[in-house]
């Protein structure tokens, strides 16, 4: 089985880090793939961030269904692009937040999400009502902390991450801590030696729920809303990125259906 | 890894079903066991029935622990006592409604459950609600099959379970269905081929979630409300179901806390 | 008019000051008959203690039934085999919990809960918004006192009580109480004196709820998820709860309905 | 014990016909006392009927406090003006609509309301709201006939009403009727006859709420959102409702508190 | 265009300054015009006040459609007889709670309302939820300031709003505010120039929402819930409401359609 | 006042239809600029279209604020990109599906939404939901036209909206109707003019909704959520897309607040 791990930002070290992380709960024969947009931000901190994320996320799941994927992880907390790639992939599309929440909520009867910048904080709480989360959630905090700065050598993000989901433990009726960034994905194992609790990472949650998936011959319907979007062609810088149809062509399509009048 | 497959009713017939259904998706290390109780209902049709099968239940999930599962699916899709089996186990337990609506909810925008008898629908609906799955779930269908029947030589079941999946698709707006019956697991791949969206069932779903949840060594939250029983003695006819503490004695436990007052 | 209160823990001490609580407002021509099972646990502390109080609970509304009771309560805060209790019965089944809510919801804008241990505070969570009194109810509080030390001579139990219902009062922007455990009932009229809002303590509440609805000619639809259990023969330690049909006599039932297919 | 039962609209033909109902079902030492205002609509079929019957139910729960009433039922499905008429009174006061749902809530997993116009089926359900009864309440119809003519001799309001509920038990998924008018009350029983499901009259089932209230020594909560209106001089038409202190007074109160700058 | 401002309670001085304020912000062909009924409470501070100025109101209303006026603002945050004046009126009416929380909620992720007096603030979350407003108020917190304190020369009313604005970004996680009550209109650019967030006041906020309206030709819908009332003759003191036909005739309205038995 | 209208797909035909309308309704000192995007798809019609739409509308926002315009249209019923364009505006941004749905909320008590394609009624489903308005909308409807079919010489694009809007108003209990698509805008007038309800158009009700939150001097919050993006550069063919800070420069920011530990 081969799955292919997006970082839709173009930091690479991020992404080999995240990449090394999912090889350690991949089972035997799970090929992980780990790539980022050529084009795009270095962190993904504000919805504009994610706005330009996306087409380059995008265009690594086009480019992983002509080379024969079997599903894809969005690794990025905001789940950005996530229905768009849907429509794309014939295979599961899982995102770390939605892969993340899903597997808190069944390991304790609340969590609470711990993140890097206050500002993203209502993105994590539209996520968690998306996904029928929000009955789980039982707050989201964050360190204030840039997302580059969180594998800095000798940066006390270990810390300053330990430190406030003990106060989610004690504050929040939580009893469990979802990691809200991708980023934090190679400090886990330690947080969660220094608490007495379940400490979700998405990104590995991530890739363990596609595995399940395609081990259960399980792929995204492609009927209705994550149908393949309709083949047409997109003008100027963007071109490139014009849907095609089944045959690869790009044309716009024909009408939806006979109108019923005349 | 070793993960205990309970069937809460006492058909061995289904319970040996079902688990040659999970072996087909186990990962190659996983071992399964499937096992049902002595003691309880034969099929699960009611609220009445669900509380009859859980303390048999919860005894193989006791069992287990000091058998050393690893984790755990109630594999009947009312999830019947699945929060006290939380309080029981070490490792994960997860239901195999939650694991099917968790799984069908990455694949579709909206699924609609199909089950065995229309009294059971509500009890469905309470599920989704509680694991945050209703706005996912466009509608509850029944076949008004009795369980014990699904399996039976020459059975129309499997007909009749396309004909309604058919319905739910072309009526209820949804794009993908979930089975509504852990007896309904073995026709699983033959309703699928049938139609042309992804057909859950929670069986085996439930069962890689376990898996996925082991890898990522994550484990029930150990704090808060799926705490381990407080240990007392339980009054006659069960009094062997009495919980222990960690040390295995029964024994009524002394105040939670000293009081503020004196 | 005869009501059956159950106890469904198995502390003779605590069903005796709840009948006995229950007289002081029931009506000139109501009788209450107030028991518990002789099976299970002596308290109630988490879902595993309601999961095995529930058969025996169960079995004395069966017996209730025969003994022609016109309705029940079920008195504990966790309200558990309500469902059940409902299609074994045909006259109202009525929860503290349910019934606690309810009067609190009509007497002031919002309420906080106040119960006996922590880990039982998402149980009235639970409870709140399985009854739709989630948007009454303000906070669920506990005292950390054990259901069994509450009646203890010379216990602080009602002083701690009182202090967080005042702190409800305080913070939590709530007008009313609801106490939170069977065991507090006898403390109701102490905690009120001490306060100047209303206090709803559950087993009171629910014996007018049910004489009400009994006074009403009301009873449980016997249609739909409350039908009486379909019969048939449990196995093992369990066959004497196998449900019977209305003759009395219990067997596996015969196909719901012809199949429509063949 | 006297309870008022208050019919918002002048109509005394319903007024008297409520009332005998009422007492058919109160207790041996309850005191039915059944009035309308003198003032306003004959039948309330809008929010602008409800607004101009709400101060003549007013006056009357003012004079209600005068007389010594130890509760109050609004006896109209609307439940007009029932918070304001908890701050001026001290015992409880219960709306039929609020009584009917809670009763059908632990009678059946659903209810569907049956009314008499179309356009007040938006107000039904803003109520099922209200209460937090939306999840119970699987529909609100009507059968499109005038209140006044419900009980006019000779009149096909029963049997539009039964044919109503039956389509409700055949197409809503419910399993239990609330009659969604005052003016249905002395049709309950007949309607219930001709049905198989419990059929709820909010007019008899709210003078058994007030009555157990009032019998648990329950009252409305006078601190917060229904303490008593401060008292204050009123314009011109509507001088003789301005609300009195405790002491009878009319004035202008004092500035609620100190200003904390100054 | 020519709107018709609507203060409920009768202080002339309040409808003044609100008319002013109005005035500011209408567009170069609007004409205001801001009255209060003749008769009615001072100030509106209680559920039983809102149900008194809703008849003067609405005269108010019904007047104003002889005159002609194209749409209407209620001017008081409890937004009293909202939907019996959508009922009489042809064009559009807007209440200055709804205005204002849909102005703030695309100006900002989220807001709390800074009211009067702390008996209120249940009324502002009951409105917050009627609207579907409640996803996006942090909160609701009280100055405990009366109405009519507001204006009152050398009231410390405005640093007491500030210092609760302050609070309300500081600890509720809102980035706008909305000013709960009428009588804070003209304090609102004072309000707004001490904090760097946008302050939103409901009257001039509704008018430029009903100006908007009607330049859009939108008109409430006369079908369904907001058709107008029934004609009908009212009785007593209140027959000078009683609601006329399309013709100004007041009669008892016809059976609303044939019986379909007889 | 200088309002810049964007459609976010590239078809000029429409772009300049939408302008025509937007400048019938638009107030006398009010200029509207109505552009497109030079890059990206023709039509919005899937989430990957809704992607690729989103940076070149954001492109114009920031083109916007360099002109100084006071405010935006997001001209498309998805409100694509309507989060990440407030975080560039410092003037109001409102989306045509959220301001077409406030309107309609304030003119009946539920609309339907009528829109062209199938596959985008969950989009329109999770609009209603991210502004709370799903209590008022009762159902959302495709015609299944092609988005550049609507306004083609002799297209039945009119009668079927008509057809379909009769449907709505007939079977949803619907009083008004939203037109669920820009393109429909030119439509508006017809459809209304066959229906006797509001039909609300959202290209020219976002048009008078950001006109009035200018002239109430309302903009965006600028702390927060809708905070500028961090400047920081870009990588690769994005590089031009870089957020800037204030003084115009484009760097990675600094950290965001000195660590607590060392």
């Known amino acids: 089985m081969r799955i292919k791990l997006i970082n839709p930002n173009t930091t690479q070290r991020m992404t080999a ?14 090929e992980i793939v780990a790539v980022s947009p050529t084009m795009g931000p270095p962190s993904i901190e504000s919805y504009y961030d994610e706005a330009l994320a996306t087409p380059g996320l995008l265009a690594e799941v086009e480019a ?5 994927f079997d599903g894809y992880v969005i690794a990025c907390f ?7 790639a849907r429509e794309l992939a014939r295979g599961p599309v899982v995102g770390i937040a939605e892969a993340a929440m899903h597997a808190a909520s069944v390991l304790a009867p609340g969590f609470s999400v711990v993140t890097t910048l206050s500002r993203t904080k209502a993105m994590a709480w539209h ?9 789980f959630c039982r707050n989201v905090r964050a360190i204030d902390v840039a997302v580059l700065e969180l594998d800095e050598p000798g940066s006390a993000a270990r810390r300053a991450i330990v430190d406030e989901c003990r106060r989610a433990l004690d504050e929040d009726g939580a009893d469990a801590i979802v990691l809200g960034c991708a980023g934090m994905t190679s400090l886990c194992a330690q947080v969660e030696d220094a608490l007495s609790v379940p400490v979700v990472d998405g990104v590995t949650a991530a890739v363990k729920w596609v595995e399940a998936l395609v081990a259960l011959r399980l792929a995204t319907a492609k009927r209705g809303d994550f149908a393949r979007p309709l083949a047409k062609r997109y003008d100027g810088e963007f071109a490139h990125f014009s849907p095609t149809n089944a045959a690869g062509v790009t044309e716009t399509p024909p009408p939806v259906r006979p109108l019923r009048y005349g």
């Open 78 to 84: 905001g789940d950005p692009g996530l229905y768009a």
């Open 17 to 30: 880090a995240m990449g090394q992380c999912a090889r350690t709960v991949a089972a035997a024969g799970t």
């Open 64 to 68: 992983g269904e002509r080379e024969g």
């Open 127 to 135: 996520l968690a009502e998306r996904y029928g989360m929000s009955r």
